[in-house]
């Protein structure tokens, strides 16, 4: 029988199959962690007199809290005693339970799902989870990875399964060439406004077609990043040479790599395979997107006119961005610029906002911060000179760290400033009470933070052909 890469990972998964009374009892491969969620959960297994079940599958990390500039004593700032406190109880607890753990003194520390893929610890076939959102991500590599919530972490951590009913499939297919200056991200913001912020609730997505086959594994993570912001409990791509040569000679690559490529080749959707829904696109329909209102699926090309609100939501929404249906979005002030999260913050983003920047000037009164995923990105950036490029312009150049994606470590705009962000939520307060956010490609925010508006970043490739 034809089946899904959904359907053969999960069936090689479950420990106790669903029934009407009961979900599935789903086997974990990989269980991330980090300083925010994981706490309350050690607490738990603590009090039950429990040890962490499987701890050589279990990874740290430290990144929601971390600062992302260093005092001048190299000491770091953290923006409260709680944001300290919760990096230290990260530590220790995954110290206490023999967790490898990527803390302040390794290479690769970084945003827990940016770190998971660099270490090959995020392989194609694996059931991945973490107290994170996006952990979706990971869906890059033909993994089935999904948020869990803090009390799920303390079930894992003890038992190393989860309860869960089955979801069902959703292939989007976007097939044909995608535009000059159109990216990963443009494509997935224009998914979910095709198919709406609820589109994908109760789905597992399969991404398909030419766009998918011909993407970059970078560009892979940042659309699969965005699934759960249409709702899906994750997000696939079937893995392909391009995931087994991204893999290869990583740490936690298998051993019996020739082998192990075989069986996760074995994985990809079988001809035929029937999918609970399919969505069909075409890629040169897809303009550079950035959002408008306070959720992703409020999403438009740039060069396009605000839609009108569609409820009272939406019009509470424009009024919160200060923005009017009708009226071109592009030319909009532009207070503060993000470059960074799991979303965006990988070599081929920095590259692309590098392009963009270089030669240009970040005007007075603007902020811009270029934030790089991982320790590893960092080295890496700063040998190819992109860090040049980026303070030459005027902008800052940070530590590794979640930073303005989720403004807990301190960094965060304005009440009433303009956000442009490379990340994925643009929930009113996300990114500091009473800022805006206008979710938009690394090119796009990287073309905003010297232009000091909201420009159609195929401007700028005009340029460089002309
Ligand atoms: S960058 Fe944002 S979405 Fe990603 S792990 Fe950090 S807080 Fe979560």
Known sequence: MSETLFDKVWNRHVVVPETDAHPATIYIDLHLIHEVTSPQAFTVLKDRGLKVRRPDLT???IDHSTPTLLNDDGTRPFVTDQAE?????????????GIETHGWDSDNRGIVHVMGPELGATRPGMTIVCGDSHTSTHGAFGAIAFGIGTTQVGHVLANQCILMRKPKTMAIHVDGELQPGVTPKDVILAIIAEIGVGGGTGYALEYRGSVFENMSMDGRMTVCNMSIEAGARCGMVA???KTFAYLEGRKFAPDNYLAACDDWASLASDPGAVYDKEVFMKAEDIRPMVTYGTHPGMAMPIDALIPAAADKAEEDALEYMQVKAGA????LKVDRVFIGSCTNSRMEDLRAAASVMDGGQVPDGLIAIVVPGS??????AEAEGLHEIFTSAGAQWREPGCSMCIAMNGDKA?????VVSTSNRNFAGRQGPGARTVLASPETAAAAAISGVLVDPRTFLDEEAA
């Open 375 to 380: 320790e590893q990105i960092k080295i890496q």
């Open 239 to 241: 893995p392909d040479d």
């Open 85 to 97: 406190k919760q990096v230290e109880t990260l530590l220790a607890n995954a110290a206490e339970h």
């Open 328 to 331: 071109e979005i592009a030319g």
């Open 414 to 418: 304005a009440p009433g400033e303009l």
């Open 59 to 61: 990874l740290a990390t």
